[in-house]
């Protein structure tokens, strides 16, 4: 079953292109890892989904809907949850406060004004640390923590919406290599128990190539690469991440411009490559099978 | 250089005049000699006055709260829209722009002397100060913490009392504080147009030039300033 669905997407910040995608259906339970260099187009691709941004033309549907309609937005939002990579927690408030959160989509407006949770909410909040190894912590403020127990924080705060997507947004990328696999089989770990549908934004291939099912390759906004992690090869990885593919697979002056490019999802690099130039329009297009 | 022309234009407009100020020194001394002693006859009388005041401060920066903290949500324009924000700042900016002791006076003349005008006076003084450092607190709360609150499900209201209020509360703490403190202050002026507390008597001995009673005033009313300031220390460093 489909439950991210984009067609003919097409975001502008100002007069320059964000995002262009033709088109991308992401199914239930996939664990997709988005790969690409900063400003490739990641976090508007999540903003996109999570509703947070409409697009400039286009459609996005998630879980049959449009995300940034104001029409039952409040259910809408409760069923994709979102770790930034700030994390964005409330310094002040205890960690089992922040998790908490995660619950208000469900609790009376009424209730939750006065600091009030019902019981289960409490218990699903201490079982959801326990999960991310936090027991013992909840009483303490998340701005006393370290940053693997922020990170594990935001983890929860997710896991307590019960959502049926989970994005997260560069989530490791503040964290020392060691701490960033931990949080990432953690986090991997959660959505797999509950079979949910992740959709990971990430720099580091490697890392992803452990947890993924599927991996997106974006380049100056627009889609490179669909396909799974074993065909994202090197010649690919260059592609994504410096916009051109590699010396070693083409063999050619990368100074000197070329033609546009052809990638294809078994990962084949057509050798007449061209460079990426400056207009995210230009020369890379992603080839369907 | 545009700034200290300005500055020195400014002192020229306030007719300031070095040469006056210090050839004034023997007044100030006699007035400072006719303090001492002081007389304490009237300390139960200032006492009483002065709690008075104390209590119109505590009671009008308690209302002036109760209608600023919305005041404050409308007019932040990060949680309001700005047909909203924008009238809702006017509103508070012309609040503010009426000077304390008209507000008070127009009070008197409406529900008559004593404490409450001086109570009503400082509540709607307040609230334009008050309710303009709050929306310019909740102004500076993190977007991103907002989003992720909201992005939980929260309703609006929700996303503004786990989201905004807790990274804003101990700014709003102490400018409420500093706040009431400043009330105090002014409160003290109020009796001056009949609207209770301590000021009828600032009024009455100075008139009179009965410093030395002027003198316990002055005692009281700085022990209470700084008990006030004392309390405020710590109000705020518990909030944080």
């Known amino acids: ?289 | 250089m545009a700034i200290s022309s300005f500055v020195l234009w400014a002192l020229r407009w306030s007719e300031f005049d070095l040469a006056v100020l210090l050839g004034s020194g023997d007044r100030f001394v006699e007035f400072f000699s006719r303090l001492v002693p002081p007389d304490w006859s009237v300390s139960k009388l200032v006492f009483r006055s002065t709690i008075e005041t104390l209590m119109i401060a505590i009671a009008g920066t308690a209302v002036a709260v109760v209608f600023s903290l919305p005041l404050g949500f409308l007019a932040a324009s990060n949680v309001s829209p700005p047909w909203i924000s924008h009238p809702v700042k006017w509103l508070l900016g012309f609040i503010r722009s009426i000077p304390l002791i008209v507000v008070a006076m127009l009070f008197v003349a409406a529900v008559g002397l004593g404490p409450f005008p001086g109570m009503l006076a400082i509540a709607f003084h307040s609230v334009g100060m008050l309710g303009k450092f709050y929306a310019e607190e909740f102004e500076t709360a993190e977007k991103g913490i907002l989003d992720a609150v909201s992005g939980t499900g929260a309703t609006w209201s929700q996303t503004l009392r786990y989201g905004l209020w807790p990274q804003s509360i101990p700014q709003v703490v102490a400018f409420t504080v500093y706040r009431l403190e400043m009330n105090f202050r002014d409160a003290a002026v109020l009796g001056l147009v009949g609207a209770g507390g301590v000021g009828y008597y600032i009024l009455l001995y100075v008139r009179g030039f009965q410093y030395e009673k002027v003198a316990v005033l002055l005692a009281v009313i700085i022990g209470v300033v700084l008990m006030l300031d004392n309390l405020t220390f710590w109000v705020r460093r518990w909030v944080r």
């Open chain 1, 1 to 289: 079953m489909t439950v991210i669905e984009l067609d003919s997407v097409h975001v502008l910040y100002g007069s320059s292109l964000a995002l262009d995608i033709e088109h991308l259906e992401i199914g239930a339970g996939e664990r997709v890892f988005v790969l690409g260099h900063s400003g490739s187009g990641k976090t508007t691709l999540a903003r996109l989904i999570k509703g947070r941004l409409r697009p400039s033309s286009g459609t996005v549907r998630v879980l049959g809907r449009d995300p940034a309609s104001a029409r039952d937005r409040r259910r809408r939002q409760r069923r994709v949850a979102m770790i930034d990579q700030e994390y964005f927690l409330v310094p002040r408030l205890t960690a089992v406060e922040n998790v908490l959160q995660g619950a208000l989509g469900r609790v009376p407006p009424w209730m939750s004004f006065f600091g009030i949770y019902p019981r289960t909410e409490w218990i699903e909040a201490e079982s959801v640390l326990a999960e991310v190894e936090l027991d013992g912590l909840g009483h303490r403020r998340v701005e006393t923590l370290s940053g693997g127990q922020k990170q594990r924080t935001a983890i929860a705060r997710a896991l307590m919406q019960q959502a049926d997507i989970i994005l997260a947004d560069e989530p490791v990328s503040a964290l020392d290599p060691e701490l960033a696999e931990d949080a990432l089989e953690l986090l991997v770990a959660c959505v797999a128990r509950r079979e949910v549908t992740l959709l990971v934004d990430l720099h580091q291939p490697e890392l992803a190539r452990r947890y993924a099912t599927r991996f997106l390759g974006l380049a100056q906004g627009r889609l490179v690469y669909d396909g799974s992690p074993e065909g994202f090869t090197d010649e690919i990885a260059e592609l994504v991440y410096r916009g051109r593919p590699s010396d070693e697979a083409t063999g050619s002056d990368l100074a000197s411009p070329r033609p546009p490019l052809d990638v294809q999802e078994t990962s084949h690099v057509d050798v007449e490559t061209g460079l990426a130039t400056a207009n995210p329009r230009s020369d890379i297009r992603l080839v369907g099978d």
